[in-house]
T-cell receptor
Framework: AQKVTQAQTEISVVEKEDVTLDCVYE???????LFWYKQPPSGELVFLIR??????QNEISGRYSWNFQKSTSSFNFTITASQVVDSAVYFC?????????????FGKGTHLIIQP | DTGVSQDPRHKITKRGQNVTFRCDPI?????LYWYRQTLGQGPEFLTY????????KSRLLSDRFSAERPKGSFSTLEIQRTEQGDSAMYLC????????????????FGPGTRLTVL
């Protein structure tokens, strides 16, 4: 069975601080995909990044960066110089290689609060 | 707007009533998913369609739940004899999937339908 653990239920930082959201996953598949989604107060899930299990290169997109470590089954997300608009619930998710035959498996999410 | 749309956005009903939600996916997407999200939790997979065929159902989808995608375009999710435990956000997502592709196509989510059962 697949599982995604986001141990941090809530994180609160002051604007401009860097913050890292942790994600640990479990799967028996050798090929899989990992995702991060953002859910602002409006409720709509916004896709942020997809990473496949064969690509362990870290990725940076503006203030966002992702650290994928297969050896520790982790896919952590860092926001640099956080802004109030980054306040949201962030979900890490895992899928199988067949296009999501069982749908995505989500973690419980981390509520990120950026204080001005 | 060419994103995933859902209707209604909010539904309040009394216990025992039937409700139906609609999802319109991104037009060229052939896969459509339904998820349920309760307060403080991540979305949980319910079922998915490829074109009009329902290919997978989660054990969360009790007999009171039924989903259809009759023409391979929009989908409906019906809950019969609603219970208070059905109160949740129901999310729809769509993706484009083609056999033989080497890459996974991410799911794009709609705004959800928030159901409150009194």
């Amino acid at each position: 069975a697949q599982k995604v653990t986001q141990a941090q239920t809530e994180i609160s930082v002051v604007e401009k601080e860097d913050v890292t959201l942790d994600c640990v996953y479990e799967t028996r598949d050798t090929t899989y995909y990992l995702f991060w989604y953002k859910q602002p107060p409006s409720g709509e899930l916004v896709f942020l990044i997809r990473r496949n299990s064969f690509d362990e290169q870290n990725e940076i997109s503006g203030r966002y960066s992702w650290n994928f470590q297969k050896s520790t089954s982790s896919f952590n997300f860092t926001i640099t110089a956080s802004q109030v608009v980054d306040s949201a619930v962030y979900f890490c998710a895992l899928s199988d290689p067949g296009g999501g035959a069982d749908g995505l498996t989500f973690g419980k999410g981390t509520h990120l609060i950026i204080q001005p | 707007d060419t994103g995933v749309s859902q209707d209604p956005r909010h539904k309040i009903t009394k216990r025992g009533q039937n409700v139906t939600f609609r999802c319109d996916p991104i037009s060229e997407h052939n896969r459509l998913y339904w998820y349920r999200q309760t307060l403080g939790q991540g979305p949980e997979f319910l079922t998915y369609f490829q074109n009009e065929a329902q290919l997978e159902k989660s054990r969360l989808l009790s007999d009171r739940f039924s989903a259809e995608r009759p023409k391979g375009s929009f989908s409906t999710l019906e809950i019969q004899r609603t219970e208070q435990g059905d109160s949740a956000m129901y999310l729809c997502a769509s993706s484009l999937w083609a056999s033989g592709r080497k890459t996974y196509n991410e799911q794009f989510f709609g705004p959800g339908t928030r159901l409150t059962v009194l």
